[in-house]
């Protein structure tokens, strides 16, 4: 049976007309299966390491399609980069992209039973673009996004009849983050479970983390994405220390920033960072003399543990 390329949930009488503006878009078309009518999914959650949709119905089938395209009647959560809520961004102020795309959900497109011919044809240049480009992710960009709702609030009513700026007209190729997955570098250094801890509470959350290590400060600096239920009521209660443990590994302190206009959070540190490190060479040097150069003297090996 042909993989399932783009799976439709949630679209009602809408989504049988989506369905066929899709199926025939790019150079070889794309296998649409349309579950909107048919008993609701009870979790959609992508998945980064395949670039698919994970997509779980009550009779316990589960849909691994490339693109998920999720109407208004949609009632399972759906989680996208690092296990965001999309319920919780869109009571965000940002509005999505064109009414379709939004930052932090990769392969993921919205419709509205109102505006749904219009939104099928943006999803369809929007799989064009990947099929054009052999991409397995798209994203739009969240300046893109922003800029899009920056014109959106400033258009004032009278003036709907002029020509709308091309963030408005359509998808913008510059809009979006297009990549393969086969030939994407893994940025993320750990990506899992953790526990986030305060002297009160510990709360279990997944995370996306890397880091540098920063010569201005002869430090490492760790950063990256965390994802679970309580971090806002945890932020709220104040400046307590919070520490990061991973797995196997150490209690390491943290810092949880604030939350970023789609309800999404980051957290970072300073120092060894909670997850494992490969040794690397740290050289220390002074100047040559006479030569304007330097020359090594020194070895260690930082570890990060």
């Not at 670039?51 to 009632?75: F, K, Q, Y």
């Not at 494992?276 to 020359?295: D, F, H, I, K, M």
Request: charged fraction near 25%; proline fraction near 7%; aromatic fraction near 6%.
């Amino acid at each position: 049976m042909p993989e399932t390329g783009v799976l439709i949930v949630g679209a009602g009488s809408a989504g049988r007309g989506i369905a066929r503006t899709l199926e025939d878009s790019g150079r070889h078309g794309h296998v649409v299966l349309d579950l909107s009518g048919l008993p609701e999914p009870v979790s959609c959650d992508f998945d980064e390491a395949t670039d698919r949709w994970r997509v779980r119905t009550e009779s316990g089938e589960v849909h691994r399609p490339r693109i998920l395209v999720a109407g208004p009647g949609t009632t399972a959560p759906i989680a996208g980069r690092g296990g965001a809520s999309l319920e919780d961004a869109l009571r965000g102020e940002q509005a999505a992209y064109l009414g379709i795309a939004h930052t932090g959900f990769p392969n993921l497109f919205l419709v509205t039973g109102t505006h749904a011919a219009d939104e099928g044809g943006h999803i369809r240049t929007c799989l064009t673009m990947m099929t054009a480009e052999e991409a397995t992710r798209i994203e739009v960009r969240a300046g893109a996004q922003r800029e899009f709702n920056r014109i959106l609030h400033r258009t004032p009513a009278r003036s709907l009849w002029r020509p709308r700026p091309a963030a408005a007209r359509g998808p913008q190729r510059s809009a979006f983050e297009l990549s393969n997955i086969d030939e994407r570098e893994e940025d993320d250094a750990y990506a899992g479970s953790a526990a986030l801890t305060t002297d009160e509470v510990t709360l279990s959350v997944q995370v996306h983390l890397s880091g540098h290590f920063e010569p201005l400060d002869g430090n490492y600096h760790w950063y990256g994405r965390i994802a679970g239920d309580g971090l806002t009521e945890l932020k709220q209660r104040g400046r307590s220390a919070m520490h990061l443990t991973i797995p196997g590994g150490p209690e390491t302190a943290a810092t949880l920033d604030e939350q970023d206009p789609w309800g999404n959070y980051r957290i970072t540190g300073v120092g060894a960072p909670p997850f494992p490190l490969e040794p690397v060479e740290v050289v220390e040097v002074r100047p040559q003399q006479g030569a304007g150069g330097t020359l090594c003297s020194k070895r260690n090996t930082f570890s990060g543990s």
